[in-house]
């Protein structure tokens, strides 16, 4: 555990130093040395509390490699994202673990969000335009499009696995299972697609009401709104001269304005509201279709105890690879996580199969 911790430390230095790496705006990337500077620091100081030579502990792992991969296929707005999930996971970790042991909470365990942003706000340098654009980023759908993309094919393969079974309990994996199998996962994937549609769709229209009517408030009283984001600054602990400076220069730009002040006020992000509800629609039935099918394939080929003994397989493997996939997110030991994600999901086909064995011979 104390070397987990240690690791830790070492991957957020190195994930915050490949954010630097990749960062255009030479404020925004000091930022993200210094988070890496700290990270490297708390790392040492737990190595040597524990008299632990870290020169041998100074590699990143698995994990983080595999997020630099990430973030050089898809951009690093995604590792930011799946960062800032980790930073939260661990913050609160060490909060419920305080509060058990009935121990101080000093408000230094507190995410390092809120230390990203209080280094970029204390930048001498720092502008509106850059601390918009730093929210825009560590609000990104980062981490959130990938932990969907993982649990849409999770969803598709238990639900799947568990119909699947339940079937091949009630007839001994013969006929139907197959025909049952592509009607679960046509069926899961038009639900799961239509829900995500319904979910965008009717968020947009909402939320669009509202942009709209802060729009027309802009439009027509801009010295109040640009008093109202000065404002919103000092409440955040920006000096008040920096604050109203910051303010007059967003409102330089009125789309950036907008942006701004709908995301303070409101709490939307206006580029979260820019997805195609088709695209999310579509990309949600591909991610369940793609976990549904893997328990199936089996029963293309055969049938019987010899079909579902591969498909217990196959599903088994996938569902580690899934909990592996999920630890990304959560920095969990891979094969805790795996392991755990097999045991439920077999627990689940099991109990599924069991209670088609019983309907099979009461129908019989």
């Known amino acids: ?42 790392a040492e100081a737990f190595a040597k509390k524990e008299n632990i030579n870290i020169d041998n502990l100074m590699k990143p792992s ?12 898809f951009g690093y707005d995604y590792v930011l994202g799946a ?14 673990t305080k509060k058990k042991n009935q121990m101080q909470i000093t408000g230094m365990e507190t995410s390092h969000v809120k230390i990203l942003r209080s280094i970029l706000e204390k930048e001498e340098k720092v502008t509106g335009t850059q601390l918009s654009r730093f929210e825009k980023k560590h609000r990104s759908v980062g981490g959130n499009a ?14 799947n696995f568990s119909l699947i079974m339940g079937i091949a309990g009630a007839t001994a994996g013969q006929e139907g299972v197959l025909l049952a199998g592509l009607a679960g996962l046509l069926a899961g ?4 697609s239509l829900g995500e549609w319904i979910s965008v769709k009717s968020s947009q229209e909402l939320y669009e009401n509202q942009m709209q009517i802060e729009m027309e408030e802009l439009e027509t009283n801009p010295e109040g709104e640009k008093k109202e984001l000065a404002l919103i600054y000092i409440a955040k602990g920006i000096p008040e ?16 304005a907008h942006e701004v002040l709908v995301k303070e006020e409101l709490g939307i992000n206006a580029e979260e509201l820019k997805g195609s509800a088709v695209e999310a629609a579509v990309y949600s039935f591909i991610m369940f279709a793609i976990g549904a099918v893997i328990p199936v394939i089996p029963f293309m080929f055969t049938n019987g105890m010899q079909a579902i003994l591969i498909s217990v397989s196959v599903s088994a493997a996938g569902l580690f690879l899934i909990g592996a996939a999920i630890t990304l997110f959560t920095g969990k030991n891979v094969w805790f996580s795996g392991f755990r994600q097999v045991v439920f999901g077999l627990a689940a086909a099991a109990i599924t199969f069991g209670i088609g064995k019983l309907i099979g011979v009461s129908i019989t």
């Open 62 to 73: 698995w994990r983080a490699k595999t997020l630099n991969t990430i973030g050089k296929v």
């Open 241 to 256: 001269e920096q604050a109203h400076a910051m303010a007059a220069e967003i409102m330089k730009d009125t789309k950036l």
């Open 1 to 42: 555990m104390k070397n987990k911790n240690i690791q830790t430390e070492i991957d957020a230095s190195f994930l915050y130093k490949k954010l630097a790496d990749h960062e255009e705006d030479e404020t925004i990337a000091h930022v993200f040395r210094q988070m890496s500077d700290i990270e490297k620091s708390h």
């Open 83 to 96: 960062l800032m999930d980790t930073e939260k996971s661990i913050s609160n970790a060490i909060i419920v």
């Open 146 to 159: 990938i932990r969907a993309a993982v649990l849409g094919g999770n969803d598709g393969l238990v639900s």
């Open 189 to 192: 994937a038009l639900s799961m």
